[in-house]
């Protein structure tokens, strides 16, 4: 079954894995918000038994291999409606749409939930191109836009410009200025290079690097990529000419892999990576191999999959099993997804027995040091910081599996505008993180 599993996985990949936390560009909102329906009137998406969510994701397409995501969201809400009887009496209801990573299909897509379908909110709708293309007309109906399955700082850098806008994965700059920061802990004197996506999350990202990276460190290449690039071999090829020391890179699975395995089999270049959690997942282990990808870097929020003695990990599991799904299929995607639902489920309850749009935002804003049950730190809104996932710790890909290392470092309470190699404290990794 695990190889079979294995084999389907690879084969999505192959087929043109993209982008799953992609670019965005530039496009402010209108200041407007939630707005209540007048008094006796119906919110949208509420019944006396039932709470019903949205989401425009990518089921099917290039990036089909992250479906697992939205799908173990909805084992979970699921598995809540079955064991607790929904949230406040009332079960959930996730409706999923695929628009196979097309923007103009999920706009239509985003229209059906708002205007037939009647959702609530949003909850983790995925990818950013797809997304900016939608954000403005959810916050001109007034529909909470939660926990969008993205890194992109868009979302997250101005919530009085997008106060319904949550993100829940670290965002780029942030994720990058830690490696930034690891790259001048560990390469003082060296050169380092960067291999990244031509849009805003490689973009995003190597302004975190650079923010981490002090003059101690010189920087030889910046090797930017298309998405429609066949492979990063050429990228690869100048940064070993350059004679870089250590090589970041913000790509996705299929073409991060290909290129390490270019650098270690063709060129024979043990040179040390560090990658983006867009990549930090058994998908680039599977595509690379394991004696590839042995050692190569990247952040993680959660404790891993194979960490059974601990109970959250043996809760995921039988969640999984309860969906269906064998547990060798328990993955940091899972994990993920987890922590999403598990987020939206606390923010409902808070919610209270009437909710209403206006009050969900207010929940949401209320969350404060709260820890999802496969969460190695807490999370923390506040109506001026919509960014959750702001301390998280480096891991390692060793022996066929992602451990967790360290260090960890947290900007909690940071805005993007204003993070700096100043900005990071670094704090200790949580009981039970390491093997």
């Given at each position: 079954m695990r190889t079979t599993r294995m084999l389907w996985v690879l084969g999505i990949l192959l087929a043109g894995t993209m982008l799953f936390l992609?670019?965005?560009?530039?496009?402010?909102?209108?200041?407007?918000?939630?707005?209540?329906?007048?008094?006796?009137?119906?919110?949208?998406?509420?019944?006396?038994?039932?709470?019903?969510?949205?989401?425009?994701?990518?089921?099917?397409?290039?990036?089909?291999?992250?479906?697992i995501i939205p799908t173990m969201a909805s084992a979970y809400f699921d598995y809540i409606n079955e064991t607790e009887?929904?949230?406040?009496?009332?079960?959930?209801?996730?409706?999923?749409?695929?628009?196979?990573?097309?923007?103009?299909?999920?706009v239509d897509l985003t229209r059906k939930l708002v205007e037939q379908?009647?959702?609530?909110?949003?909850?983790?709708?995925?990818?950013?191109?797809?997304?900016?293309?939608?954000?403005?007309?959810?916050?001109?109906?007034?529909?909470?836009?939660m926990y969008l399955?993205?890194?992109?700082?868009?979302?997250?850098?101005?919530?009085?410009?997008?106060?319904?806008?949550?993100?829940?994965?670290?965002?780029?700059?942030?994720?990058?200025?830690?490696?930034?920061?690891?790259?001048?802990?560990?390469?003082?004197?060296?050169?380092?290079?960067?291999?990244?996506?031509?849009?805003?999350?490689?973009?995003?990202?190597?302004?975190?690097?650079?923010?981490?990276?002090n003059d101690t460190v010189e920087l030889v290449g910046e090797e930017p990529y298309e998405v429609t690039d066949p492979d990063l071999n050429s990228q690869v090829d100048r940064l070993r000419a350059a004679e870089a020391d250590v090589v970041v890179i913000f790509s996705t699975p299929l073409l991060l892999a290909n290129a390490i395995r270019h650098a270690r089999q063709d060129l024979d270049w043990d040179v040390p990576f560090i990658i983006s959690a867009v990549s930090?997942?058994?998908?680039?282990?599977?595509?690379a191999g394991d004696d590839v990808i042995e050692g190569t870097i990247g952040p993680v929020a959660t404790f891993m999959q194979w960490q059974e003695d601990l109970p959250g990990i043996q809760r995921h599991l039988e969640i999984l099993e309860f969906a269906g799904?064998?547990?060798?299929?328990?993955?940091?995607?899972?994990?993920?997804?987890?922590?999403?639902?598990?987020?939206?489920?606390?923010?409902?309850?808070?919610?209270?027995?009437?909710?209403?749009r206006a009050g969900l935002i207010e929940a949401a804003e209320s969350l404060e040091d709260w820890t999802c049950s496969v969460c190695l730190y807490s999370v923390t809104f506040s109506p001026d910081d919509h960014d959750p996932?702001?301390?998280?710790?480096?891991?390692?890909?060793?022996?066929?599996?992602?451990?967790i290392?360290?260090?960890?470092?947290?900007?909690?309470?940071?805005?993007?505008?204003?993070?700096?190699?100043?900005?990071?404290?670094e704090v200790e990794l949580p009981e039970g993180a390491q093997p």
């Open positions: 992609a670019a965005c560009g530039d496009d402010d909102g209108d200041d407007g918000g939630p707005t209540e329906p007048a008094d006796g009137a119906e919110v949208p998406g509420i019944s006396d038994t039932e709470i019903v969510l949205g989401a425009h994701t990518s089921l099917t397409g290039p990036i089909a291999a992250y479906s009887g929904g949230v406040n009496g009332r079960t959930i209801t996730y409706l999923l749409e695929d628009d196979q990573y097309s923007p103009p299909l999920a379908d009647g959702i609530f909110a949003m909850f983790n709708a995925l990818g950013t191109p797809n997304h900016l293309q939608v954000i403005d007309y959810l916050q001109d109906q007034g529909v909470p836009d399955a993205t890194g992109a700082t868009e979302w997250v850098r101005d919530p009085a410009a997008r106060p319904f806008a949550f993100g829940s994965n670290p965002n780029y700059t942030g994720e990058g200025l830690v490696m930034g920061k690891y790259i001048t802990d560990n390469f003082a004197g060296g050169k380092y290079g960067v291999i990244l996506q031509n849009d805003d999350f490689g973009i995003d990202g190597l302004a975190g690097v650079k923010l981490g990276v930090m997942n058994e998908l680039t282990a599977l595509i799904i064998d547990r060798s299929g328990a993955s940091v995607l899972t994990l993920y997804a987890q922590y999403v639902a598990e987020m939206m489920v606390e923010t409902l309850r808070r919610a209270g027995d009437n909710p209403t996932a702001q301390t998280f710790a480096l891991a390692e890909y060793r022996g066929g599996r992602i451990e290392t360290g260090p960890a470092y947290s900007y909690e309470g940071v805005a993007v505008a204003d993070l700096s190699v100043d900005s990071l404290e």
